[in-house]
């Protein structure tokens, strides 16, 4: 695997960076654009491991920064402003000579997969969505479901939950779930919170390979 970071101009003044995870070979025939969460950026510990490896495994994995998290400010942008910048890293990454041919495939963390399923859910093309832990309500709210794109998604999309994430309640995912128009699979990680911690604030070790494992036996059933 290689590693090729790169920045990317976002506005006049502005500027991002993207990090890309490059198999020695792409056994996988699949690019992997991953968004980061709210409260973090890319170098985020799940994001960074994932890419890692994934990337081993032949997938083509990119990580990026939004603009306030590249700038070190802690509060998102607007949902328009966050799709743009996302939208330029897959028209960037899409226009590579050298990734010509291969599936797409979006997924986040968080507010980085409820991003991917509303830009998916407007126009942008992709094989398929993978979201480790997405946001369907806010905590203590689950009557405020964010839902609605999900009910618009053209590819198969793979949900990979923490069992007692407060974002996400699972009977009311498993509501949603049956009304989405395509495959839907769903991976619960029993007694991990939103970050897929299991005991503090940090995830265990181990769950980054079975997360792993759990991505690509997804892409290999497709």
């Known amino acids: 695997m290689e590693i090729h970071p790169l920045t990317l101009p976002v506005g006049p003044d502005r500027q991002i960076r993207v990090i890309m995870g490059v198999p020695r070979s792409t056994t996988m025939q699949a690019i992997l654009v991953l968004a980061h969460g709210a409260n973090n950026n890319m170098d985020q510990p799940l994001i960074v491991g994932l890419h890692e490896r994934l990337a ?18 802690k509060h998102p942008d607007s949902d328009e402003a966050l799709e743009g910048v996302f939208r330029l890293v897959l028209e960037y990454v899409g226009e590579l000579e050298e990734f010509k041919g291969l599936e797409m495939f979006l997924g986040g963390k968080s507010m980085g997969a409820r991003l991917a ?13 993978i979201f480790l832990g997405y946001p369907l309500h806010p905590p203590g709210k689950p009557e405020k479901l964010r839902d609605q794109p999900l009910y618009q998604l053209p590819c198969p999309v ?25 495959r839907s699979d769903l991976h619960v990680i029993p007694g991990a919170g939103h970050s897929f911690e299991t005991g503090g604030d940090t995830m265990a070790p181990e769950l980054l390979e079975e997360i792993s494992r759990v991505i690509l036996g997804w892409l290999d059933s497709l």
């Open 158 to 182: 793979l949900f990979i939950e923490g069992g007692r994430d407060p974002f996400c309640r699972l009977d009311l995912l498993g509501q949603v779930l049956g009304h989405i128009p395509v």
């Open 117 to 129: 399923a509303q830009l998916v859910a407007q126009d942008v093309g992709a094989n398929g969505l």
């Open 56 to 73: 081993r495994q032949g997938l083509v994995t990119v990580r990026f920064n939004f603009p306030y998290a590249e700038e070190g400010r």
